[in-house]
């Protein structure tokens, strides 16, 4: 699994295109894991 694609444009040029679409599942859990966690130290502090 690459991190960034890559392409080439009209020169022949490497190019980023961007981040790879197989890590948005990773993110999506790790940023709902920081919102529990806010949540919960919220609760927790009252």
């Known amino acids: 699994m690459d991190i960034f ?8 040029q490497e190019i980023l295109l961007g981040i790879s679409y197989d890590l948005i599942s990773y993110f999506f859990f790790i940023a709902l894991a920081i ?4 949540l919960i130290y919220k609760l927790i502090k009252k």
Do not use: D
């Open 35 to 38: 919102i529990f966690a806010h």
């Open 5 to 12: 694609r890559y392409g080439r444009n009209a020169w022949g």
